[in-house]
């Protein structure tokens, strides 16, 4: 079965700083990935997805990840936060046959400072 | 805006009723997933149907069902309320039946008091 681990509950961050959550997922062979942020009272929105090809992907609002099969991880990267980046965010992980399912991990909430 | 509706936005309700959520997908999806996001179970996939055809099923109650009328949009029902019930429900949909990227509604929250 497939399962993600976003290890670091809460993160903060002053604005203009560099940001990378982590991801690490279980699956048997390449899944598809996805990131999703949502903010307070929120639905979720997608910021990039993984399915093949070029190992770092670029996403909405400046984000990028990048898939390390090696590692098992597909972290979220943005060079340069701003206050409306606050949200909580969410790995995901998707099968490539059968149950179409996604498995999210716990999710992160990022906080910015001034 | 994702382009995924739902109704309605907020519901409260007491325990043992029963109440219908509605969703409709993007245009031309023909996928529709049902989650449920609680503080204690986090993100949980419930339920899945392609072109009006129930196609995976999650961690779905037996007091909880789901379909997909003709004109793709869904319901999904839930009965014989508990406390524990209250949570976010997100519908989302995509555009094929292998799933690739799932585009999230804004969510019905429900209280049961």
């Known amino acids: 079965a497939q399962s993600v681990t976003q290890p670091d509950i809460h993160i903060t961050v002053s604005e203009g700083a560099s940001l990378e959550l982590r991801c690490n997922y279980s699956?048997?062979?390449?899944?598809?990935l996805f990131w999703y942020v949502q903010s307070p009272g929120q639905g979720l929105q997608l910021l990039l997805k993984?399915?093949?090809?070029?190992?770092l992907v670029q996403g909405i609002k400046g984000f990028e990840a990048e898939f390390k099969r090696s590692q098992s991880s597909f972290n979220l990267r943005k060079p340069s936060v701003h206050w409306s980046d606050a949200a909580e965010y969410f790995c995901?992980?998707?099968?490539?046959?059968?149950?179409?399912?996604?498995?999210f991990g716990t999710g992160t909430r990022l906080t910015i400072i001034p | 805006d994702s382009g995924v509706t739902q109704t309605p936005k907020h519901l409260i309700t007491a325990t043992g009723q029963r109440v219908t959520l509605r969703c409709s997908p993007r245009?031309?999806?023909?996928?529709v997933y049902w989650y449920q996001q609680s503080l204690d179970q986090g993100l949980q996939f419930l339920i899945q149907?392609?072109?009006?055809?129930?196609?995976a099923k999650g961690n779905i109650l037996e007091r909880f069902s789901a379909q997909q009328f003709p004109d793709l949009h869904s319901e999904l029902n839930l009965s014989s309320l508990e406390l524990g019930d209250s949570a976010l429900y997100f519908c989302?949909?995509?555009?094929?039946?292998?799933?690739?990227?799932?585009?999230f509604g804004p969510g019905t929250r429900l209280l049961v008091l």
């Open positions: 989302a949909s995509s555009g094929g039946p292998s799933g690739l990227a799932q585009y």
């Open positions: 245009s031309g999806d023909l996928s």
């Open positions: 149907y392609y072109n009006g055809e129930e196609r």
């Open positions: 699956y048997g062979a390449t899944p598809y």
């Open positions: 993984y399915f093949s090809g070029d190992t």
């Open positions: 995901a992980v998707g099968a490539r046959s059968g149950n179409e399912k996604l498995t």
